[in-house]
């Protein structure tokens, strides 16, 4: 499967910056993958905040996403699990977090996790490979899968917005309510909870998908706590901070409420 030139161009046509190390990986991803898959390969996509834009290096994970042409044997699944997994100790930025789905459930409306193989593993990343994705929470792959719609940039095959549906707002809406949800219980002082509250309190009020720091900015001139989120932000770019659990179960809980009033509306 050729392809994208990622690698050489080093820049989308809308003007995001893709790093020379970003892409070449991207490339080596892709390789790997069709490789593996041959022909059945469909194509493969960064999406996160390599998509949206707000990557860091050195701090972010870059997220991949591929289509197959159809549902894995139980072959393929292990032997793109294992491709993955080797290619990410190359992986320039803290780690890779990869998903494959089969090009019928790309091209509809989410629902759940839906997808053949989830593999995550890098330089400071724990490897993880899931093959079931009723086990897994169906809100994060909803919201990746949004990001491919609409800012998913190809390394090899079609361009994503052809691949991948869009998702109804309310899906969105209903899917940012569980990561807070999941947030509280599981995650609550933690710089990606303040920040995914950041983003989704900004689609929630302005219908916008961004990154998550485009959230945080957004969301700073709105919330009285400017201390928080300035503390995520170090955090996210790998300085010194220190969050404190009620601000940020306070923020939590406020975005929950207007996540529900948008839902409402």
């Not at 503390?231 to 404190?244: F, I, K, S």
Request: glycine share 8%.
């Amino acid at each position: 499967m050729p392809m994208s030139g990622l690698s050489r161009s080093r820049m989308p046509d809308d003007g995001r910056v893709l790093t020379p190390e970003v892409a070449v990986f991207g490339d080596q991803v892709a390789e790997a993958l069709a490789r593996a898959l041959g022909t059945d390969l469909v194509g493969v996509y960064f999406v996160g905040s390599v998509a949206l834009g707000g990557y860091i290096p050195g701090e972010s994970d870059i997220d991949i996403a591929a289509v197959s042409s159809a549902a894995l044997t139980d072959p393929q699944r292990q032997s793109v699990a294992s491709a993955v997994v080797e290619a990410s100790a190359a992986c320039p930025a803290r780690g890779l977090e990869f998903t494959l789905y089969r090009r019928e459930v790309a091209g509809s409306r989410p629902a759940g996790a839906d997808f053949e193989v989830n593999a995550n593993g890098g330089p400071r990343m724990p490897t993880a490979v899931h093959m079931d994705p009723t086990s897994e929470r169906g809100f994060w792959y909803v919201l990746d899968r949004a990001i491919a719609h609409r800012s998913g940039l190809a390394i090899s095959g079609p361009p994503a917005r052809g691949i991948f549906a869009d998702v109804p707002r309310s899906t969105l809406l209903e899917a940012m309510y569980e990561s807070m949800a999941w947030h509280r219980a599981h995650e609550k002082a933690t710089l990606y909870s303040v920040l995914n509250a950041c983003r989704a309190w900004r689609f929630a009020a302005v219908d916008v998908l961004g990154s998550k720091l485009e959230g945080a900015a957004w969301a700073r001139a709105r919330w009285p706590d400017t201390g928080l989120i300035d503390a995520a932000v170090a955090l996210r770019r790998g300085e010194d901070a220190t969050l404190d659990e009620s601000a940020v179960d306070a923020l939590l809980s406020a975005v929950v409420t207007r996540l529900r009033e948008a839902a409402e509306a």
